[in-house]
């Protein structure tokens, strides 16, 4: 307790604690949308792609690497949302492709323009998160505050729309939702999240974010609010007591914050199992 | 008037023809049933009139007929079988299409979806899982929704397959009563049983699709030899 309370003396654990919350909260949102649109390849894919972003922003130098991370990682949303639905090109293999000739292209840019000296533990902590979150400057954690924000008021706003578009695309076409429309924004909010993900867990564990709450609160609640809001409260309090863990015992965060989304998606499978 | 009418309709996809110039006109208070063989393109042809795709020829003309005012019932999806959401929350999502701008559902809205539970005897099942529900009670629970999307036609597509003949018979009776109050009914089904009971029009898809009206039809030929082979078939 006493090393908890001296931790968060420091600014920058505060920011990372309140940066964590922030995007746990809203990586669970859309979560069960994407699990039962059968989407969640989407975020998968996008994860890498933001990864490539990543590493060419590094090699350009640039000071704020959100500017080049952001757009390239919604037009990849967009991208791939098309190859989804277009059954003539298979879907998941172009998927595969891209996400994993970005990572490749990644990885290769920086090693080849890398001056870094320790290229293995910058790549690593791309890709798992570990110390990034704990560099966060002030203007990263007021744009993921304000990123934030927009996400969750773009989803309490068309959340209706959202639940009829996820329970039966169809039929709600049919009665005259734009639903390629809203396909278009989930795509777009994921891919907003992905990119705030990637500082908290890196780019390999985003997907974890997303889908375990939704699933873990899937096994226990019977409707589409109750579930959305479940899944919410889990994914913060796996954040937060991931992120406690590994200040007190040194693991690295993003890694400790997943095992928290796992140990809890065993208890609520029990929990489930015992309600029927 | 007729509130929905095909003019030489083509329908297929890009490198199959599945039928040509087929025209009809439904009108208000009609109870068509379509029916054919599987892969006849019963469901293509559903969906073109829904405006959810369009013809390769000919063209769907609806006067006066909103979107809002039809409710479609599609078959099932493997996604609803496992989907968290309650009985409530689906009626209400019949809604969706007048939603327009505003981002919730209004007061009368609420009211409307809950008597449509009532007419459908699922308003205990209210806050039950969909995914814990029988057949029989989630094809009520879709027929809800779909009565709070329509106020003029019904478009259902297989809404009995897979349930048993008690419960059919239940739903083929509170689909009647909907089309006695004045709603246009069109339904695709295998059911020539129940065609021959409730349709009043009967629209036969096959390589020369035919509408006529359900007397015409049975003493035509080609409605004896279907309902030949469909009871044998079932026998």
Not at chain 1, 34 to 52: N, P
Not at chain 2, 123 to 152: F, H, M, P, W
């Amino acid at each position: 307790m006493q090393i908890l309370i001296e931790y968060m003396s420091y600014p920058f654990v505060r920011y990372a604690v309140i940066v964590g919350v922030l995007i746990a909260f809203c990586s669970s949102l859309l979560g069960v949308t994407l699990v039962l649109k059968r989407m969640s390849y989407i975020g998968d894919g996008l994860s890498h792609v933001a990864f490539g972003a990543l590493a060419v922003a590094s090699v350009l130098k640039l000071s704020n690497n959100m500017l080049i991370i952001l757009p390239v990682t919604v037009l990849a949303a967009v991208i791939l949302l098309a190859f989804g639905k277009n059954a003539a090109i298979k879907g998941d293999a172009a998927i595969a492709m891209l996400s994993v000739g970005a990572l490749a292209f990644g990885y290769l840019l920086l090693n080849v323009f890398s001056s870094s000296a320790n290229l293995a533990g910058d790549v690593c902590s791309t890709l798992f998160g570990s110390t990034s979150i704990l560099t966060l400057k002030r203007s990263e954690v007021i744009l993921c505050l304000i990123l934030s924000i927009i996400v969750v008021c773009v989803f309490v706003l068309f959340y209706n729309k959202i639940f009829a578009v996820t329970f039966d695309e169809t039929f709600a076409k049919a009665s005259g939702v734009r639903t390629g429309l809203y396909n278009l924004l989930i795509a777009v909010i994921i891919a907003v999240i992905i990119v705030l993900a990637m500082n908290l867990v890196g780019s390999l564990l985003i997907s974890a974010l997303v889908i375990f709450p939704a699933m873990a609160s899937m096994r226990v609640f019977k409707s589409f609010k109750a579930v959305t809001v479940s899944s919410a409260v889990f994914s913060v309090f796996c954040a937060l007591a991931g992120m406690i863990i590994s200040m007190m015992t040194g693991t690295p965060v993003g890694a400790t914050i997943v095992a928290c989304d796992a140990v809890m998606f065993g208890v609520f499978c029990v929990i489930g199992a015992v309600r029927q | 008037m007729s509130l929905i009418s095909a003019k030489d309709l083509t329908i297929g996809f890009s490198d199959l023809v599945l039928y040509r110039d087929l025209s009809f006109e439904i009108n208000e208070g009609d109870y068509v049933f379509v029916i054919g063989e599987n892969g006849t393109g019963k469901t293509t042809l559903m969906r073109t009139l829904l405006g959810l795709r369009k013809p390769l020829k000919g063209e769907v003309v609806t006067d006066g007929l909103k979107l809002s005012e039809i409710g479609y019932l599609p078959q099932q999806t493997i996604v609803q079988r496992d989907f968290p959401a309650s009985v409530k929350e689906i009626v209400l999502s019949g809604f969706v299409g007048r939603l327009g701008i505003n981002p919730f559902y209004s007061a009368a809205q609420k009211k409307k979806a809950l008597d449509a539970m009532k007419r459908f005897g699922v308003e205990n099942l209210a806050s039950r899982c969909y995914r814990e529900l029988s057949g029989g009670q989630q094809q009520r629970v879709l027929l809800a929704r779909t009565l709070c999307a329509a106020t003029k036609v019904l478009l259902m597509d297989e809404p009995v397959a897979g349930l048993d003949p008690f419960v059919t018979e239940e739903f083929y009776g509170l689909v009647e009563k909907l089309n006695r109050e004045g709603m246009t009914i069109i339904m695709i089904s295998h059911d020539i049983a129940a065609a021959k009971k409730y349709a009043s029009h009967i629209l036969h898809i096959k390589n020369d699709p035919s509408f006529t009206e359900k007397k015409e039809y049975f003493a035509s030929g080609k409605g004896n030899e279907f309902s030949i082979v469909r009871e044998k078939g079932e026998a």
